[in-house]
């Protein structure tokens, strides 16, 4: 009974007009469709070309400035300040071993990756400089310049005050302002006026300058005002003075008495007198 059933369902499929005829619609022509096709077989074949070689090498180049100028700016600006405060000295040596000790509050800066290019260092305050062998070693003040190949100098740079002292070889100093020069030789000294004007002393008391450096600090005919601010350099300490500032003070110190003894020392040889307000704190009058 099965077996019938299945042969008859099997006649049924396989007989092709028991299917109902379907009608499809065209809206394009046969003749239209092989048209277009022989139309898209005769357009021009578009060519992707690759990029050149040389473009993407022009891009390499460039970054490579760009990187080069930007390490280049990067080790000619870059600087290295060393500064001392107020009762500190502190010996320093450069990049090309030179040396430089620096005096109470004073501060140098210089370029140590352009060194070995330009050796030049900014001084505010006062430094002894021994310098190695070499190249031009220039020193810059707000108003001269010190120039050395090999040599050891002192420099007294502070507000309108320059001075330079050579203790070996030979040393150029111009001013700033009114550019004159002048060349000394050991022991031998320049300042530079108020006016701007460069001045020369022959056969300097060089021991007068850079008495600081063995904690000795020697004046001659200096001023008052300029004596108790290197005392408020040295001991760190603050004074307000209410004397006389005509005065002026010829001697000496040494930086192992107390800022109270050195006050002493140079007020009572001037006929002043000063009161401690504080530790730290005197009134000069």
Partial sequence: MKSKIINMDLGKINRVDQFPEIEMKFTVSKEEVWNNLLNELDKPK???KPLAFSYYFKIAAAASVLIILGLTGFFRFYTTTVYTSPGQHL???????????????????????WFSFSRTVVLDGEAYFLVSKGKKFSVSSKLGETTVLGTSFNIYSRNSDYTVICY??????VSTGKKEKVLLNPNEKAFITSDGFLRFVQEANSQSLKSWRDNMFVFTGTPIVTVLQEIERQYN????FQADPGLTYTGYFSRSLSGKEVLDLVCTSLGIKFDAKSDNEFLVN
């Fill in 168 to 173: 070996t070889g030979k040393v150029r100093v």
């Fill in 91 to 113: 010996s320093y040596r450069l990049p090309d071993n030179s040396s430089v000790e620096l005096n109470a509050e004073s501060k140098i800066q210089f370029h140590p990756y």
């Fill in 237 to 240: 300490i603050k004074i307000q």
């Fill in 46 to 48: 578009v060519q992707i």
